[in-house]
């Protein structure tokens, strides 16, 4: 299956998106948000757990793509809710970094292009 040498770029990719939800919960004007900002950074720490424990494991790997998934919807959420434009980079670049560690691991399951 894969190494962590293999999953780096998806570990790196969640670090940055980590960084940035960090970021967003620092920013918000709106203290409402917070559960939903935690509820992400829960998501963010399983599908790390994932990446942890794939190995072998195409059952682990399909669960970490799955909290992947969900963390996306999250992100679309708090993004069309979103009051401030310049908020809106800090978005995107989870979206990527999603994109990132989605497909290095779609990578290590042989099935990347």
Do not use: W
């Not at 960090?22 to 998501?43: F, I, N, V, Y």
């Not at 599908?47 to 998934?69: I, K, Q, S, W, Y």
Request: charged share 25%.
């Amino acid at each position: 299956m894969a190494s962590n040498d293999a999953l780096e770029p998806a570990f790196k990719a969640l670090d940055d998106c980590e960084d940035a939800l960090r970021q967003l919960d620092a920013t918000c004007c709106e203290p409402g948000r917070s559960p939903r900002m935690k509820a992400l950074a829960d998501t963010l720490a399983a599908a790390r757990a994932g990446l942890h424990d794939m190995g072998h494991d195409p059952v682990v790997a399909e669960a970490a793509l799955d909290h992947l998934e969900d963390a996306g919807a999250q992100i679309g959420r708090l993004q069309v809710t979103c009051c401030a434009l310049s908020r809106m980079p800090l978005y995107a670049r989870q979206l990527e970094n999603l994109t990132t560690a989605q497909r290095t691991i779609n990578g290590a399951l042989g099935r990347g292009h």
